[in-house]
């Protein structure tokens, strides 16, 4: 968290504690930033309810869910398609098993062994990736991770721009331009780039871009939220 004190709180909880006569300081957070605090708020929510086993506590648990997977960028809707597909895949918890033999190492229900080249996706396709539309980028995610560590790769469009500059600490992106022609701003200097030029910005250096173009971004490693830091958001 922030502070020692300070935790996620609903919207309306500020306006509840000023009317019953109750002090308090609110800060605003960006998105980027919020989203840690409300796994914070997770964690401590279903801590709340296995204490309780209310079905209020549950509540608050879907409600903050449901938040995060929007921060991440995917909707109620896609959060429950996926909720489902898995049903579908591997079945739901209906039947009340419990799994009384200790598994192997390495070995997880419903998957073949990592070495096995059986297990190793090939082709990703589009209607599997995830979508987002955030900061002014729509992107198409493809979810390569498990097969490939070593790097991601997402498809971009965008017309103004990303407005959110931000660094990774642990991974390199490069990106390859399809269309059109944008600027980078890579530690505070302004890079030109237009179709068929690649952009490389190293893990650790503050960058945004702005123009209207469609590209891939390769990230390497694969990139991960715990690893990136907001710098400051942008009106393009």
Known sequence: MTENNSKAVRDLIPEILKLSGKECIISKLSDSSFLPELENKLEEELKEYLDSKELEELADLLEIIYRIAELRGSSKAELEAMRERKKQEKGGFEENFLLLNPLEEGFHPGLRPAN????????????????????????????????????????QETQKGHTEEFLREKSNFFY????????????????????????????????????NFKQVCVTAPSWEEQYGHHIRDLKL
Do not use: C, Q
Request: charged share 30%; net charge positive.
């Open 116 to 155: 096995s080249v059986e297990s190793r996706r090939v082709v990703f396709k589009p209607e599997d990736a995830t979508l987002i539309d955030k900061h002014g980028v729509k992107m198409r995610i493809y979810t390569t991770k498990t097969e490939s560590g070593n790097a991601a790769m997402l498809y």
């Open 176 to 211: 390859y331009i399809l269309e059109g022609r944008g600027v980078w701003t890579v530690e505070d200097r302004e890079f030109e780039a237009r179709a068929g030029d690649v952009v490389v910005v190293p893990a650790g250096k503050k960058f945004w871009f702005r123009g």
